[in-house]
T-cell receptor, first 111, second 114 residues
């Protein structure tokens, strides 16, 4: 079946360092991926997306990399700030238009 | 603020009672999605609706759960005869027609069954 999963449940980084959050997916037919940020008590917030015809996409302080060969996604956050502390989810759009989420990685930023 | 609105934000029900969760989509959005999130887990798809039509309910339990999105008014997720295992956060998302990748999420309803 389809599944999206993450390697690390918790990531602790020092303020100012770069963060890398990883995600593996199993459906090689997926053509659209999204990273969401979820702060405590709130709904998921869109960060960045990428289509399967791309390897890399950059936003403000964030970069998503897609490796279709090994079915792997990563989210890179540059100069991590305390406000980046949250749970991060990768998700894919299924062929039936629903989002399939991974289990999440908690990012903790220390001063 | 024209974002997705959900109410109530917190809902406490005793076992056997009914829970009704409401979702008002972004103005102009005709598609609504419901997801359930257990503590420390990702969101799990439940149901996808358009106005007056259920598109995909493959994630919805077959019993006690129902959803609607009427022509007028909010989308409703209804859970009858709640059990403790129904305790979770329920999120609604909405998208414009033909743009399921543009799902905007509401703040969620946290259901606690005692």
């Amino acid at each position: 079946g389809e599944s999206v999963g993450l390697h690390l449940p918790t990531l602790s980084v020092q303020e100012g360092d770069n963060s890398i959050i990883n995600c593996a997916y199993s459906n090689s037919a997926s053509d659209y991926f999204i990273w969401y940020k979820q702060e405590s008590g709130k709904g998921p917030q869109f960060i960045i997306d990428i289509r399967s015809n791309m390897d890399k996409r950059q936003g403000q302080r964030v970069t998503v990399l897609l490796n279709k060969t090994v079915k792997h996604l990563s989210l890179q956050i540059a100069a991590t700030q305390p406000g980046d502390s949250a749970v991060y989810f990768c998700a894919e759009i299924s062929t039936t238009d629903k989002l399939i989420f991974g289990t999440g990685t908690r990012l903790q930023v220390f001063p | 603020n024209a974002g997705v609105m959900q109410n109530p934000r917190h809902l406490v029900r005793r076992r056997g009672q009914e829970a009704r969760l409401r979702c008002s989509p972004v103005k102009g959005h005709s598609h609504v999605y419901w997801y359930r999130q257990l503590p420390e887990e990702g969101l799990k798809f439940m149901v996808y609706l358009q106005k007056e039509n259920i598109i995909d309910e493959s994630g919805m339990p077959k019993e006690r759960f129902s959803a609607e999105f009427p022509k007028e008014g909010p989308s409703i997720l209804r859970i009858q005869q709640v059990v403790r295992g129904d305790s979770a956060a329920y999120f609604c998302a909405s998208s414009p027609a033909g743009s399921s990748y543009e799902q905007y999420f509401g703040p969620g309803t946290r259901l606690t069954v005692t």
